[in-house]
């Protein structure tokens, strides 16, 4: 019986074992192929609403809203269309609460690859920090290049502007100009203003750049 108990007593006393955490749903988990646009459709639009913006060669590339009741980031994803089927490639997602738009898309050839260039803008809320206990709500404007090249669509972005807005008056920037080098995306320009706004200069883009 004090055999019993003791088990009883060591049983209430041991500690809870803790839930799995839910895993995190995603479109890339979720979406990442699909045999037709009618299904890949129907799945984007359990992340926000759905739109196609824009069609270049075998490529799709759609826009999927914030959704209204769950907190999930809006983006932009490029789909490849083989037959009726779509991959997803290439995936740009951005803050709740902001915008993106698709400036462009061109085909590129960069050190032997053949791929895709990506012009995007964004409009993200941000935040200045002027001491330890000040903090000013501000607004981040970035305008991205997203390169992604060869077979496996590998992608690399580099970061050609930026502006860091407070009360609408920028209190960062950065202006840069991207020339491709040797299979680097180089960015040159001011960086003493830059703040929060800071870019690598340098970003390989197949292997062996530098």
């Known amino acids: 019986m004090r055999r019993a108990a003791a088990i009883i007593a060591l049983a209430l006393a041991a500690p809870a074992a803790s839930a799995k955490p839910a895993p995190v749903v995603t479109v890339w988990s979720m979406c990442a192929d699909a045999p037709s646009w009618d299904t890949l459709q129907t799945c984007l639009e359990r992340f926000g609403e759905t739109r196609l913006v824009r069609t270049f060669e075998h490529l799709k590339l759609v826009s999927v809203g914030e959704h209204t009741v769950q907190a999930r980031a809006p983006g932009l994803y490029a789909y490849t269309q083989r037959g009726s089927a779509l991959h997803l490639v290439w995936m740009w997602e951005y803050a709740s609460g902001g915008k993106a738009e698709l400036f462009d898309v061109r085909k590129v050839s960069i050190g032997g690859k053949s791929g895709y260039r990506f012009d995007i803008g964004t ?39 930026c502006d860091v807005l407070v009360d609408g008056k920028a209190y960062y920037t950065f202006r840069g100009t991207l020339a491709i080098r040797d299979g680097t995306a180089v960015v040159t320009g001011d960086r003493s203003h830059a703040g929060t706004c800071t870019a690598p200069e340098r970003t390989p883009l197949v292997s062996g750049a530098r």
């Open 123 to 161: 409009i993200e809320p941000s935040v200045v920090t002027l001491d330890d206990e000040t903090v000013l709500e501000a607004t981040m404007q970035r305008k991205t290049a997203a390169f992604c090249l060869g077979a496996e669509m590998a992608c690399d972005n580099t970061i050609e502007s």
